[in-house]
């Protein structure tokens, strides 16, 4: 998998590399959750000899055979591949887990920390680790800048400000499974 944690309408990328089944052209997971325990087949398609890869979106909703994995909030998600000769030790079940995340963040004590005729230090925090992303301009927003750091307590420096001038800001928070708020 290539998140730890996905949204609830978030697309998944699952990648097995078995150098067993280079130039076979295809290979077969399965996918679970806690609300589809009926599992989702994922055909991954050969890339690099013996790297497969392929995609499935996450959705909310009742489990079907729809080629999407059901999830809902705090589920797991569980990959399961059938390695046939797992470093030459014979048969083995290799699974990989992500979380299901379909919360955004919450932002409070937002503030400016800081300020000078050319800069402002805004600050803001939120209940789980985010990037940081804060939006500023004349009037109207339209600029922007982001950390990608995932922290809970946020400090954005807005610096090159025209003097005498007065700006407005809000700030945006993402979490690791890509829900925002702003």
Known sequence: LDSASYGCAATMTVVV??????????????LVSDTETTPESLTLTEGDPGEFMGTMSTTMGSPSPD??????HG???TVTYLDA?????????????????CNAPVISNVSVAAVSDTWVQI??????????II????????????????????SM??????????YVF??????AAGNTVR
């Not at 000769?85 to 995340?101: I, L, R, S, Y």
């Open 75 to 77: 589920d797991t998600i």
């Open 135 to 154: 939006h500023y301009g004349e009037g109207t927003p339209s600029m922007s800048d982001q950390s990608e750091m995932l922290v809970t307590d946020h």
């Open 17 to 30: 590399e078995d150098l067993d089944l280079a130039g076979t052209g295809t290979t077969l997971v399965n």
């Open 157 to 166: 420096l807005i610096e090159m400000l025209d003097e005498c001038t007065t």
């Open 67 to 72: 080629g999407q994995l059901q999830v809902n």
């Open 170 to 175: 809000d700030v945006e928070a993402e979490d």
């Open 85 to 101: 000769d797992f470093g030459g030790a014979g048969p083995m079940t290799v699974t990989a887990t992500a979380d299901v995340d």
């Open 123 to 132: 600050g803001w925090t939120t209940d789980e680790p985010s990037k940081s």
